[in-house]
C-alpha cells in the first residue's frame, strides 16, 4: 500500500498540527468539537479566529482559522488530513459524526486495497476532505 509508517531516529513527530481555513468559525467548531470528543480530545488552543483540537505535547493536533490575510478561506485542490482512529468501528463512528453535523461522504468506510487499510472519507462544512483510518483493520 502506499502508506508506511517511519520512525524519527530523534523519537519526535514530524508534524506538530495541521490548519484549514474556515469561513464561519462557531459552526466549523461544532464540527470539530464532535470529531475531538469520539477521539478523546479537546481544544487545547482558543483565539478570536483560531480554534485547535489536540493533548499539547501529544500526537499532532487539527487547527481551524479564519484566514490571517483577511481573505476568504479556499480548499487545496489534493489536500487531505487523515484522522488515525483506534479501530473500524472508530472509523465508522468518525464517518457518521462527520456526516451527522453536517458533513458531506467522499467515501463510504470500509477497506481499501488488500494491505489492511481501512477508511471512511468525508468533507467538512468548508469543504476541506478529511478521512478517518486504521492498519491493519
Same mark, same amino acid.
Given at each position: ?14 508534524? $506538530? ?14 464540527? &470539530?468539537? !464532535?470529531?475531538? !470528543? ?13 480554534? !485547535? ?5 501529544? !500526537? ?57 487499510? &481501512? ?7 468548508? $469543504? ?8 491493519? $483493520?
Amino acid at each position: 500500500m502506499f502508506l508506511r509508517r517511519i520512525g524519527n531516529p530523534v523519537g519526535g513527530n514530524m508534524i $506538530g498540527y495541521v490548519t484549514l481555513g474556515t469561513n464561519d468559525l462557531p459552526r466549523g467548531a461544532a464540527f &470539530y468539537d !464532535a470529531i475531538a !470528543a469520539e477521539m478523546g480530545t479537546g481544544r487545547m488552543m482558543e483565539f478570536g479566529s483560531f480554534i !485547535a483540537w489536540g493533548v499539547p505535547g501529544g !500526537a499532532a493536533g487539527i487547527a481551524l482559522t479564519k484566514p490571517f490575510d483577511g481573505n476568504p478561506a479556499s480548499l487545496g485542490n489534493g489536500v487531505m488530513v487523515a484522522l488515525q482512529a483506534k479501530d473500524t468501528a472508530q472509523v465508522d463512528r468518525l464517518h457518521a459524526i462527520a456526516l451527522a453535523q453536517g458533513g458531506v461522504c467522499d467515501g463510504p468506510p470500509g477497506p481499501r486495497g488488500e494491505s489492511g487499510f &481501512y477508511a471512511g472519507y468525508f468533507r467538512d462544512l468548508d $469543504g476541506n476532505k478529511l478521512n478517518a483510518f486504521v492498519m491493519g $483493520g
